[in-house]
């Protein structure tokens, strides 16, 4: 194998997946020259496939695989298409003794060859264009008319689960650090459900998102497969291994192999949800027997992906337009409470909204020259009074917000229960409000055990599984709040702002309350 250095854990982000040098068995692959389509390497599968050996074909031209007469409608096709999407999938028939054989033939360029595969064409499946779009034409208006968010997620999963007839299909998105959530789920009903769970980013390594951002759509349909190797291994124009980022049966990572096993899953399908030409997330799908996704299906799935990748931008805008006005109205009833109560400090505490509610924090405070009220979970108050005295020697801004306090402030490791994530207005000199924020781990939810972690030998031998991988990502995570979001900081800012004018308001009010005593005191 070409793989030969040892991938683990620690260096997975580096193993090259899209060289690979071995395909899945369920199809075959040919590298060609384009010029003259002189077969360059075939995958070591064709003569159980074809009964003919892989020695038979190199250096031959392809008609001696597909005929004359294939091979020139074939040939066609490359004159006419430069974008060889278009002629794909092309029916094939292959004869062997006795009897043919239906293909799917798919075609790409990679480098300056092409690649030929061949995947199995399902006759009950035959799907022309026009099915095609009947298929998918109510599930895009569907997705389509969605409104909110979480509907369009809910939709997505159905949609694929009803096309692919997939055991589990789940929205997998990424947040800003790279970690991924389980966001929507549809799945066979007996199935333990992993909506709502939460995975590090280490489980799709980096030159895997950069791979899934120019290939929409992945398969793998029996993860205990052979893998089988491409003969030669390395192409001989090159003496490299043929790049195979757009092959659909590049054999995958043993890593992630090892992963879905340990899972127990048994074929696995993921296709890409691009926004603004990043990795946004992907509809990932379990089967738990082997299973195989015709082209055609495949293809729709990819097109509803990339229909909700366009929607995905409007409904974000639309919620995240939504939580900014929800979080305006907040800061409004709070100064309208201020102003009424007596000391405006009770109308920032009192009931709801209260100063939680305008920054999503878990505990918020007050603190005032010493006098410290505080609301929710919160350090105690000498840990207030430490970060306020740190905050006055150590930051000049007014503004103050981090979710990893104890980067900046070691000793916030000790409450990190209750403020990893710190965002601090300053109101006037010695006079703070602060919002915390908890550990994101005691805030998100891992139900510890996604589909038994592994065959958790006896030993305890076990590389890779979502249990494991979760415990490496606690590490990464650890003293780190969820981030404090733009319009969060922002209703921070406007409420300092409020507070100040209302503190020079009363102040102003009492001047003239102690201007007014002063003049009757002196006209007695
Ligand atoms: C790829 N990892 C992937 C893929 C998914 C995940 C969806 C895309 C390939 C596919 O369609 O199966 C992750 N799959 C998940 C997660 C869930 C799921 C989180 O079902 C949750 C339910 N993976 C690891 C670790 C490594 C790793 C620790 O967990 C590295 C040491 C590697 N994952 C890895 C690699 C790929 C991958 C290398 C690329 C596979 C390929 O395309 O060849």
């Known amino acids: 194998p070409i793989i030969t250095a040892p991938y683990d854990l620690t260096n997975c982000d580096r193993e090259p997946i899209h060289i690979p040098g071995f395909i899945q068995p369920h199809g075959v692959l040919l590298v060609l020259q384009e010029q003259d389509l002189k077969i360059l390497q075939v995958s070591n599968n064709i003569e159980k496939v074809f009964e003919l050996s892989a020695s038979s074909l190199l ?15 074939l040939k066609q096709a490359l004159k006419n298409h430069l974008d060889l999407q278009a002629v794909n999938p092309f029916k094939l028939s292959i004869q062997s003794t006795n009897k043919s054989n239906s293909f799917n033939g798919l075609l790409h360029r990679s480098e300056n060859f092409l690649i030929l595969e061949l995947e199995p064409s399902l006759s009950q499946e035959v799907l022309g264009f026009l099915d095609l779009y009947h298929l998918t034409r109510t599930s895009a208006k569907s997705i389509q008319n969605t409104k909110s968010f979480q509907d369009l997620c809910q939709v997505i999963v159905r949609e ?61 349909t029996d993860i205990n497969y052979e893998p089988v190797e491409l003969v030669p291994i390395a192409n001989p124009m090159t003496q490299q291994p043929t790049d195979l980022s757009q092959s659909v049966l590049r054999s995958v990572s043993p890593l992630h192999v090892e992963y879905l096993q340990n ?77 009424r109560s007596p000391s405006f400090v009770d109308g920032l505490f009192d009931d709801q909204p209260n100063l939680l509610d305008l920054t999503n924090a878990h505990g918020a405070a007050i603190w005032n020259s010493g006098d410290c009220r505080t609301i929710g979970i919160t350090p105690s108050i000498d840990q207030i009074q430490m970060i306020v005295e740190w905050l006055a020697k150590s930051s000049d801004r007014d503004v103050f917000q981090t979710h990893c306090l104890s980067s900046v402030l070691p000793e916030a490791k000790t409450f990190k229960d209750s403020a990893s994530g710190l965002l601090a207005v300053l109101v006037s000199p010695r006079h703070y409000i602060l919002w915390f924020r908890p550990e994101v781990i005691q805030t998100v939810n891992w139900a510890g055990n996604p589909q038994k972690p592994i065959s958790q030998d006896e030993a305890g031998n076990v590389r890779l599984s979502p249990r494991k991988s979760f415990d490496l990502w606690k590490e990464t ?23 100040v004018k209302a503190v020079l308001y009363q102040a102003a009010e009492l001047a003239k309350l102690n201007h007014a005593l002063q003049r009757s005191e002196a006209q007695e």
């Open 160 to 220: 694929i689960r009803k096309l692919t007839g997939l055991d589990r299909v789940m929205l997998y998105k990424f947040d800003p650090e790279g970690h991924g959530s389980i966001i929507a789920e549809e799945k066979q009903e007996q199935l333990i459900p992993f909506l709502g769970l939460r995975y590090p980013k280490t489980d799709v390594p980096q030159q895997a998102r950069q791979l899934y951002l120019d290939n929409w759509i992945r398969l793998i």
């Open 263 to 339: 899972m127990g899953v048994a074929a696995s399908m993921s296709i890409s949800i691009i926004k603004d030409g990043q990795l946004w997330g992907l509809i990932a799908c379990h089967h738990y027997s082997p299973k195989f996704v015709s082209y055609e299906i495949r293809s729709a799935c990819e097109f509803l992906g990339q229909v909700m990748s366009l929607q995905i931008s409007y409904v974000e805008n639309q919620e995240h337009q939504d939580y900014r006005i929800g979080l305006k109205t907040t800061h409004n009833q709070l100064v309208e409470k201020m102003l």
């Open 59 to 73: 250096n031959q031209t392809l008609d001696k695989l597909l005929g004359d007469y294939q091979t020139d409608t």
């Open 477 to 499: 995570v650890q003293f780190q709040s969820l981030p404090w979001l733009t319009c969060e900081v922002d209703a921070a800012i406007e409420l300092q702002q409020a507070v």
